[in-house]
């Protein structure tokens, strides 16, 4: 049997336990905090990008349906009707006829904008299309 004396009391010493000190463990925490940061800050980037691609994507599409009007001539240089905004949205557009040197024959710029700051989000298209 054992017996119980003071040699028993010394082999806990902090020498042979094993474990964390708390130290070690406010440094994990911390070290721990920041990856978790570091990756929510990522994630909320990410998210602000998709929304501004989603955007310039449904722009994109409003330019090219007016780019199919001036094809179809419904919008035409001379025409009144060369800006408008797409109802139920915050989407509005621009079409800009430049005469060329060739009779006839036009440079057309679609501009399409959105949001309501002092410079507005936008995408550009140009084309050159022959009137006869």
Do not use: C
Request: net charge negative; glycine share 6%; charged share 25%.
């Amino acid at each position: 049997m054992s017996r119980w004396n003071r040699n028993n009391l010394r082999s806990s010493s902090p020498k042979n336990s094993a474990g964390f000190t708390l130290i070690e463990v406010v440094a994990a925490i911390t070290i721990l905090a920041l990856g978790i940061t570091s990756i929510l800050s990522a994630l909320n980037g990410m998210t602000d990008t998709h929304r501004l691609m989603e955007r310039q994507t449904e722009a994109t599409l409003i330019a090219r349906e007016v780019l199919a009007l001036v094809k179809a001539e419904i919008i035409s240089p001379g025409a009144e009707e060369t800006e408008g905004e797409i109802e139920d949205t915050d989407y509005r557009y621009r079409v800009v006829f430049t005469e060329s040197q060739y009779p006839s024959l036009y440079g057309v710029s679609v501009k399409v904008e959105w949001g309501e700051n002092e410079e507005p989000d936008n995408v550009f298209f140009y084309m050159l299309h022959y009137y006869e």
